[in-house]
Every structure is written in C-alpha cells, then in structure tokens.
C-alpha cells in the first residue's frame, strides 16, 4: 500500500513537472515584445500617424499581439534629426526613422538619388533607389537591420521672396534637400544655407533664410511654413530627400526566430513603398490643399517657374553634377556617376 502511494506520488509529481515545463515552453513562443521607435517628427506627421500605425498594426496581427512597437515622437528619444542612425546603432532606440542626408559620409552612395533627375515624384525615386540597392548599397547598412529605404520630393520653395528666376535666385539664402547638392545650389547663383527642418520655420520668419526646399504639403500642417512666406514656387528642379527606417542589429538578432521573419517579411520594397506612398500621398495632399485657395495661403504668393527658366536650371545643373562626381572620385568613390546613372535609367 506504501509502495502505491509513493508510486502515486511519484508519478504525480512528474505530471506536474510535465505540467509546468509545458507551460514555460507555450509561454516562451508567445513571449511578448515592445519595440521602442525613435522619430524625430511631431505626433501628428504622417509617418507616425499612417506609417508606423500600418506598421504596428502589421507586426502585431502576423504575431498575435506578441510584437507590438511604441512610437517616440518629437525627439523623445534624443532631440533632433542628425542623430537617429547614431540612436539605433547604440540601441537608445530599437528602431529609427531618419535621413541619409543628415549623415552623408555614412551614406554617400544612397544620397545620389537625391540630385534631379528622371524622377518627378517619391514613388518613383523610391523605385529606382530600390533597383540598385543590392549592387550599389546595401554595404553602408551592415550594422543595421534595414527595414525600409524611400524618398519624398521637394518639388517647391517657400520663400519670402520671388525665386522663380535665376536673377530671383541670385544671392537668395537657400536650403536645399540635402547638403550634397550645394554645389548645384551655388551654380545657381543661390547661398545655400543647411539647416534641420525643425529649424526652418524660424529661419524664414527671422530672415535667417530666403527660401527653403520643400513638399507642397509643408505650408501645411505641421510645419505651416504658409505662415512665415510671401512666396510658393513650383516646377522647380526636383530633389528628394532620402529616409532609413532601420533596427538595431542586435535588437534584431534577440527576437525569436518567429517575431524575425515577420519583420523579414515586411521589411525591404514592401515597408519602402509604403513610406513612399506615405510623403507621396501627403504630397498630394498638399497640392488638393493649394487648390481650395486656403486662408492660410491668402497672403502667399504662388508661382510657376517658366519653361524657359526651367530649362535653363536644368542645364546648370546638369554641367554642376560633374563637380559633385569629381569631389566622390576625390573621396575615393570612383563609380558615383555610374551609380547616378543607374538610379535615372
């Protein structure tokens, strides 16, 4: 009768250790994750409100809530934008959004989208800066994981001036996309001046800048740059600004196999089109905005640069690229121009 009981016992206490072991291996595939994401961005700007809701919602409906992300906006995570590829690489931040252009040394081959050319709008820059990613780039996102790589346009200035002339640009205080195109900045005839976007309101109110490169939706809401110009300018030659949603390496590599091939999933040409649709979209917007004659624009001024000064900027800028080749074959970069061409084909 004792031997039963201890058998019983035995055997009960092995149900229950089967028992508990089972439970901590079902709770170890369900393990919950909240990803911390870095943008420097107010709460309102469309890539919170439609990018990074389409991306949390997508990770956690593939992963049954157990991956979710919890967006930082307006610099929660380190004020301003020069530093984001820095916070992710450190792991402040399990994921940033930032541009490229705000670290050209770190990126000088991605920038190369930034210059005009073939391109008119974001989705299709984001296209062609696809196209070469695996020849061309993919080298100077080695300590990341990337997970999406797009553009927006700036195919307008705001300005507190008339620029739509190269006489108009003469002199005029510039900011343009991004620093690399200086050279073409300064070819026609502008002083260009690099200042973060955060900055820029500021800059045309107190006349610390004549104009700067934008998307039409930016005299919007929310960097209502309607309230500090006299001016709007469009059919400018188009530059673009260039973004990184990118996560920590080792963030990345902590997850279990399954919560990484979601982000497998969705990361590359599906989540860089869906950033490009979102300023592409947002672009948009801004001109359906422009259209309704708004009281916010009733005191600007909006214009059209002309074919024929169209055509003249064009040209200069295309005889400025060759300087901006020569300065990446003086970096050691010998193939920029073949890069360019590769994005504009």
Do not use: C
Request: glycine share 8%.
């Amino acid at each position: 009768m004792k031997t039963r009981q201890r058998k019983s016992s035995a055997a009960r206490l092995m149900l229950s250790l089967a028992f508990l072991f089972g439970l901590s291996v079902g709770s170890s595939r369900v393990y919950s994750e909240e990803l911390s994401v870095a943008t420097f961005i107010p709460p309102q700007h469309h890539i919170n409100s439609f990018y990074f809701d389409w991306f949390g919602k997508e990770l956690s409906e593939r992963s049954d809530g157990s991956l979710t992300i919890k967006v930082y906006p307006a610099g929660q995570l380190g004020a301003g934008p020069v530093q984001q590829y820095k916070r992710v690489v450190e792991g402040v931040a399990d994921i940033a959004f930032g541009l490229q252009t705000y670290s050209p040394t770190i990126f000088p081959k991605s920038v190369l989208i930034v210059p005009p050319g073939k391109s008119t709008n974001a989705l299709e820059a984001t296209e062609r800066l696809l196209s070469v990613y695996d020849e061309h780039l993919a080298d100077e996102y080695k300590d990341v994981k990337l997970i999406g790589l797009f553009t927006v346009a700036g195919d307008a200035w705001a300005s507190t001036q008339d620029l739509s002339t190269l006489e108009g640009l003469k002199g005029a205080k510039v900011v343009p996309f991004a620093t690399m195109v200086t050279p073409l900045m300064e070819a026609l005839g502008t002083v260009p001046v690099q200042m973060p976007v955060t900055e820029m309101y500021t800059g045309l109110s107190t006349g610390t800048i004549d104009g700067t490169t934008i998307s039409p939706a930016q005299m919007d809401k929310p960097w209502n740059f309607a309230e500090v110009s006299t001016h709007y300018i469009d059919n400018i030659p188009v530059t673009f600004a260039v973004f990184f949603v990118a996560m920590n390496k080792e963030r990345y590599m902590g997850l279990s196999d399954e919560h990484r091939a979601i982000i497998d999933e969705l990361a590359g040409e599906t989540a860089s089109m869906m950033g490009a649709t979102s300023f592409h979209n947002e672009g948009e917007r801004g001109k359906a905005w422009h259209a309704t004659k708004p009281a916010a624009m009733e005191e600007v001024t909006s214009i059209s640069v002309s074919d024929e000064e169209r055509a003249k900027m064009d040209a200069i800028i295309q005889e400025g690229m060759k300087s901006i080749f020569a300065d990446y074959a003086e970096r050691g970069i010998d193939n920029a121009e073949e890069i360019y061409n590769a994005m504009n084909k």
